[in-house]
């Protein structure tokens, strides 16, 4: 019998990933509020619903694909949500960039049900969900890992257990604090090259055959920004947001880290010229807006 897969938010993330399991034989069922959201994952094999309270109850793995902390907390133990209506045995998969504190907060909650919780935050964006070739970073018990492992290896192409509830959040939030420095950084090593002659496809060359690549120069900037496309699928806020849950998280753990707070600053800053819906690799323009710019 195929697993009853349950995914709430059909968005870039969330639509891609309910495509995949479909496309594997799992039962998914989808809840977005936006019709068009339903529509097109109804399109590709999803059992989409116009009633949130429908997918939980239904589900055996819950997955949650939403964009804030306190959306998780709404859907996980607000009204009509998994705490009232999720079946003891049910485990949630929380893809969502949250914070830890929530992580465990909810995850307390819903376990006095016998439900359990994983914070699973991925990368690879929305090729990565269509492809079912995201990585994920997971927190939480390792029966409840168990449990969805069939889900979680149909829908990511790699998986690692960081440690108990709320270690994938903080380990996302590291990942994401060194993917906006890296697109800084490697934006203004291109522009000094070109400044002083190479041209910024031969610079990325080098640096990815030495000690200073990183996905800013293997990935982000071949793919999304020398060729001006800016079209990665993550945004401009998203980014500000991961950002700040960084200096967050710096702040109430009281480390001293100089570089994150400057990192943190220019994000905030790039908010006076690239609006929120822009591609976050647009933040490269804040660097150089000639060499940089829309083609």
Request: aromatic share 4%; proline share 4%.
């Amino acid at each position: 019998m195929a697993i009853t897969v349950g995914i709430i938010g059909l968005g870039n993330m969330g639509g891609g990933m309910a495509a995949t399991l479909a496309s594997k034989g799992f039962d998914v069922r989808g809840f977005d509020p936006a019709p068009a959201a339903r529509d097109a994952a109804a399109r590709k094999g999803v059992k989409a619903s116009a009633e949130r309270a429908e997918v939980i109850a239904a589900a055996q793995v819950l997955i949650l694909s939403l964009p804030k902390a306190e959306h998780v907390q709404a859907v996980c133990l607000g009204e009509q949500g998994v705490l009232a209506l999720g079946q003891p045995g049910l485990v949630v998969v929380d893809t969502t960039t949250s914070t830890a504190a929530m992580s465990r907060e909810v995850a307390q909650a819903l376990a006095a049900r016998g439900i359990g919780f994983l914070d699973a935050p991925v990368s690879g964006g929305p090729k990565g969900a269509a492809s079912g070739t995201m990585s994920m970073v997971i927190g939480g018990a390792a029966e409840h890992l168990a449990a969805a492992q069939p889900v979680l290896e149909a829908m990511s192409g790699a998986r690692v257990h960081v440690g108990d509830t709320g270690a994938g959040n903080v380990a996302k939030i590291a990942n994401n604090l060194l993917a906006a420095a890296h697109l800084i950084t490697t934006a203004e090593a291109l522009s000094l090259a070109a400044r002083a002659g190479v041209p910024p496809e031969r610079l990325l060359e080098g640096i990815n055959a030495g000690s200073g690549r990183s996905a800013a120069s293997q990935v982000m900037f071949p793919t999304w920004v020398l060729n001006g496309a800016y079209d990665s699928g993550f945004s401009m806020a998203l980014m500000r947001k991961d950002v700040g849950l960084a200096q967050a998280l710096a702040e109430e753990l009281g480390a001293e880290l100089p570089l994150a707070r400057l990192v943190g600053q220019l994000w905030q800053a790039s908010a006076e010229t690239l609006p929120d819906g822009n591609d976050f690799c647009c933040i490269a323009q804040r660097t150089d807006a000639a060499l940089f710019g829309d083609k």
